[in-house]
């Protein structure tokens, strides 16, 4: 398993050799830095830590640039763990870039979706939401019953809701590498992944 | 250039012609049957473009096809394009055609463009 983290660009379409037109989201990767193994007998678990955007450490709290500077990297500005086997090969400092990735390999992305704040539950479930006309009154996007009568007397534990839509941790999976270019820092991922431009992206294989 | 551009930029073809909307066009269309590749002609009104150079860009190409109409969307960079000929271009006044629609045989004509 390899993994690495990188920045969504935005999305485009390329195409294959077939001539087929494929849409993309075109992703910056890495380069990354290994900025602490963890091992069984030291943490309880195996795991690599990777540092991700440099940036200036005043920009990072200062337990944060004592934290780098064990490893010998430049002030970071995301730190993710990641327990792959892959990752366990490279030594403490060293960068890792997308060339790790090969076309064709399936990976998971995973990254926080746009938020969309406290929404109604047809935004937020796909509920239908009720007639415009036809007598439907006062509820044109409400969701209905929420339960029984006085058995059970209340309303059951995660019933789909209005509340708080996005910002939330997502991962899609089974998603093709289109291409890779070490030089540039890319990796091309065919469809869609979480979140707005510029968000943080962690991608497994 | 931006990063996102630069992972497109090598798929842009450069070797199309400048063409327009209200322009009758000559497709030629790369078709693989089996093992074998061959060229169908499509020709027709671009009636639309889509996204300017960019690498989604299309267009539409619009014919009339025994007494029915059939648009084609091709997407504007596709190495399935053999190449494009521009045969008459004409006037018009709005950027996207979708008047003719509603137009068959003579009413569907478009005035010619003259420089």
Not at chain 2, 22 to 34: A, L, P, Q, W, Y
Not at chain 2, 54 to 82: M, W
């Amino acid at each position: 398993m390899s993994a690495i983290l990188g920045r969504k660009l935005g999305m485009t379409s390329v195409f294959d050799d077939k001539g087929e037109c494929i849409p993309v989201t075109v992703i910056e990767a890495g380069p990354c830095y290994v900025t602490q193994i963890k091992s069984r007998e030291r943490d309880g678990y195996e795991a690599v830590q990777l540092g991700f955007v440099e940036t200036k450490a005043g920009r990072i709290t200062r337990p944060e640039v004592g934290h780098l500077k064990k490893a010998g990297v430049k002030p970071v500005r995301h730190l993710r763990e990641f327990k792959s086997a892959v990752l366990r090969s490279f030594e403490l400092g060293a960068q890792v870039t997308c060339g790790i990735f090969q076309i064709g390999d399936k990976v998971k992305v995973s990254g926080t979706s746009k938020g969309r704040g406290f929404t109604g539950v047809m935004k937020r479930h796909n509920f239908s939401g009720f007639k415009a006309s036809h007598g439907v009154h006062e509820s044109y996007r409400g969701s209905g019953s929420v339960g029984a009568s006085s058995d059970p007397s209340r309303t059951f534990k995660n019933w789909r809701m209005a509340g708080q839509s996005g910002n939330a941790r997502v991962t899609v999976s089974n998603l093709r590498v289109v291409m890779v270019d070490p030089e540039r820092n890319l990796i091309l991922v065919k469809g869609a992944v979480p979140g707005a431009r510029n968000g943080l992206l962690e991608i497994q294989k | 250039m931006s990063l996102l551009k630069s992972a497109y930029q090598s798929e842009l073809r450069t070797d199309l012609p400048d063409f327009a909307v209200g322009d009758s066009v000559d497709v030629h269309v790369r078709i693989i049957e089996g093992n074998k590749e061959r060229i169908q002609i499509y020709t027709g009104v671009v009636i639309a473009r889509h996204g300017g150079n960019s690498a989604t860009a299309t267009y539409t190409v619009r014919k009339a096809l025994k007494g029915f109409g059939v648009e084609r969307i091709f997407p504007l960079h596709s190495p399935k394009i053999e190449k494009l000929v521009v045969k008459r271009s004409s006037r018009v006044r709005r950027a996207r055609l979708y008047f003719l629609r509603a137009r068959s045989g003579k009413a569907a004509r478009l005035r010619e463009r003259t420089n």
